[in-house]
């Protein structure tokens, strides 16, 4: 069974808006929500804090609408060819990262009778989504004369810095003094755009001078800190059974490619649960559980739908000699193993683990407070 705790993910928004400061902030709900489901995370922290919605995808923006959510909405990453009669039908923002963008949305513009609300995004050091710098005053001098003509209007201009989990790096402050540049460049091109945003969680947390007038938080709604240095509310468990339990004599290979052998006997158990659900493979051999109370240990390699628990010796004593099937085990939960032990031990990110859970688990949805949750980071 996989939980979603809506009141973590307020407590997340509430804290990380009170960390911004003056600058608005808009949760960001790309991938599902970071897997914890889009809608629902966009309602609660949209009453807890947020006042925009971003998203990747213009689908995933468009999902939204078609859930009822009407909150102001951005989408920034998009092929040229993308459907934004769609994105202007729907009330979508929309990023521009080029020269070629620009003019695909501004027709979609004129043929539809709406004005388009732009976002322009500025490369401040990935070389990823987002103009060049080269080529930015020249973006920002053909937005103007959109503007003029009355297609498009430029309420935005989005950065985004590489390093903003490592604080101290010199590419946080390059990253920062290109974004200044690139605004200034915008307002010498009669530009006026309202919402500036560079800092995503992690500069939201530690860099003050990134915040602008707007933060995008994503990760954070999810418990997740790239910075490392602020606790947040971890919003998912994830439960299996017992299914059952054996006892195997030394020298007892288990799983796949016999990884692991027992020294001396032993009893297993074993829970349905594996690299389907979203338990990374590359934890085989260090991952533990949670059962009665009591770190367990999985041992040889995690299957697609199941993983093996060492209850320890054969002949033990103690909460763990008594484990049978119907018992419960935390396999991921606040009170660990948590989302960033499993990325540890697998070497991934607290994200790739995050929005890799699979959809087999039932879910439960677990609703926020009515009302606001107050709470202040240290």
């Known amino acids: 069974m996989l939980t979603v705790d809506l009141g973590a993910v307020a407590r997340n928004t509430r804290a990380l808006a009170d960390r911004a400061g ?27 804090g947020a006042t925009r919605l971003g998203v990747t995808s213009l689908q995933e923006a468009l999902d939204l609408r078609t859930a009822g959510i009407g909150a102001p909405l951005l989408s920034w990453l998009n092929a040229v060819d993308a459907d934004w009669d769609a994105a202007l039908a729907a ?26 609300r732009l976002h322009l995004h500025l490369d401040t050091g990935l070389a990823r989504d987002g103009a060049e710098p080269p080529a930015w005053a020249d973006l920002c001098r053909a937005a103007r004369r959109a503007e003029l003509r009355g297609t498009v209007r430029v309420v935005g201009v989005m950065g985004h810095l590489a390093r903003a989990d490592e604080p101290g790096d010199p590419a946080n402050a390059i990253g920062r003094a290109r974004f200044a540049r690139g605004v200034s460049v915008a307002r010498a091109a009669g ?59 030394a020298g007892t290979p288990v799983g796949y490619g016999g ?11 074993l829970l ?48 763990l000699a008594t484990v049978a099937p119907g018992d419960v085990a935390t396999v991921i939960g606040p009170a660990g193993p948590t ?26 949805v677990r609703p926020a407070p009515p009302t606001p949750v107050l709470r202040s980071l240290p």
């Open 22 to 48: 003056t600058a608005a902030l808009m949760a960001v709900v790309k991938a599902d929500g970071f897997g914890l489901g889009a809608p629902d995370v966009a309602r609660t922290a949209l009453a807890h």
């Open 91 to 116: 009330d979508v923002d929309v990023a521009v990262p080029s020269r070629d963008h620009l003019a695909a949305v501004a027709a979609a513009a004129r043929a539809t009778g709406r004005t388009a």
């Open 191 to 249: 530009l006026r755009p309202r919402l500036r945003h560079l800092a995503a969680t992690a500069a939201t947390l530690v860099d003050p001078a990134s915040r602008h007038t707007m933060v995008r938080v994503g990760a954070g709604l999810a418990g997740i800190d790239p910075s490392g240095t602020t606790t947040l509310a971890d919003p998912v468990t994830l439960t299996a059974p017992v299914v059952s339990v054996r006892r195997v004599p």
């Open 259 to 269: 990884t692991w052998t027992a020294a001396r006997a032993r009893r297993l158990a």
């Open 272 to 319: 349905p649960v594996g690299y389907a659900d979203g338990l990374p493979r590359l934890a085989s051999g260090t991952a533990e559980v949670l059962l009665r109370g009591r770190r367990v240990p999985i041992v040889g390699r995690i299957s697609m739908d199941q993983v093996v628990l060492d209850l320890g010796p054969a002949e033990t004593t103690g909460p």
């Open 339 to 364: 989302v960033a032990d499993w990325a540890h031990w697998s070497g991934l990110l607290p994200h790739e683990v995050l929005t890799g859970l699979g959809t087999r688990p039932t879910r439960v």
